[in-house]
């Protein structure tokens, strides 16, 4: 059985810092893309990070220099470190492993972030 399940979220004020976590079991975690999304209150889900097997890593635009994200293929695990957190940045964060060359995702519950002005 699959799981992907998300932890660190929570309140913090603007320009404050946070860690999410997000633990995987049941996938071979060296062939999977592993991301974190979010979705606002009425938008769309959309891309934050991403980091592939070989740590690369890639950041919307609106996160880079201030969102770092990390694997560690051992503890088949990802890490999104935020710094300079913005009241934008309030969302449901959701990590994501997406199968390479192939369509078959498995996400987690999410969890919340909110960043008060």
């Known amino acids: 059985q699959v799981q992907v399940v998300e932890s660190g979220g929570g309140l913090v004020q603007s320009g404050g810092s946070l860690r999410l976590a997000c633990t995987t079991s049941g996938i071979t975690f060296s062939f999977y893309t592993m991301g974190w999304y979010r979705q606002a209150p009425g938008k769309e889900r959309e891309l934050v990070a991403t980091i592939t097997y070989s740590n690369i890593p890639t950041y919307v635009d609106s996160v880079k220099g201030r969102f770092t994200i990390s694997r560690d293929n051992g503890k088949d695990t990802i890490d999104l470190r935020m710094n300079n957190l913005k009241p934008e940045d309030t969302a449901v964060y959701y990590c994501?492993?997406?199968?390479?060359?192939?369509?078959?995702?498995?996400w987690g519950q999410g969890t919340q972030v909110t960043v008060s002005s």
């Open positions: 994501r492993a997406g199968l390479d060359n192939s369509r078959t995702s498995y």
